[in-house]
């Protein structure tokens, strides 16, 4: 399975975003995880299918959203609210089946190419 993630940029504090990710075959878990410059690669969020039940940070509770396209194997995070500590590469991740370390990144062995987020104050 391959992951294909797409959209990122740069926005102004407040402002909105939206990434997707695409695989190439079907996974259990997907989603995404982040890393800003001097830190660790840190959860997001992501979407466990067989229960389309969304698990996310609480640094982005209520801010950013993810939403699927099931028959496209496609999934999208909205990012809303942005702050500037939101800036860093998001990655698309997947796993095949669920894992309840699904906060860990070494849990994941399929990774998309990274994305930039540029958030300004």
């Known amino acids: 399975v391959q992951l294909q993630a797409s959209g990122g940029g740069y926005a102004q504090a407040g402002g909105s975003l939206r990434l997707s990710c695409a695989a190439s075959?079907?996974?259990?878990?997907m989603g995404w995880f982040r890393q800003a410059p001097g830190k660790e690669r840190e959860f997001v969020a992501l979407?466990?299918?067989?229960?389309?039940?969304?698990y996310y940070a609480d640094s982005v509770k209520g801010r950013f959203t993810m939403s699927r396209d099931s028959a496209k194997l496609t999934v999208y995070l909205e990012m809303n609210s942005l702050k500037p500590e939101d800036t860093a590469v998001y990655y698309c991740?997947?796993?095949?089946?669920?894992?309840?370390?699904?906060?860990?990144?070494?849990?994941?062995?399929?990774w998309g190419q990274g994305t930039l987020v540029t958030v300004s104050s």
């Open positions: 075959g079907r996974t259990g878990v």
């Open positions: 979407i466990r299918w067989s229960m389309l039940r969304m």
């Open positions: 991740a997947a796993r095949l089946s669920w894992n309840v370390q699904y906060y860990d990144s070494e849990q994941y062995s399929l």
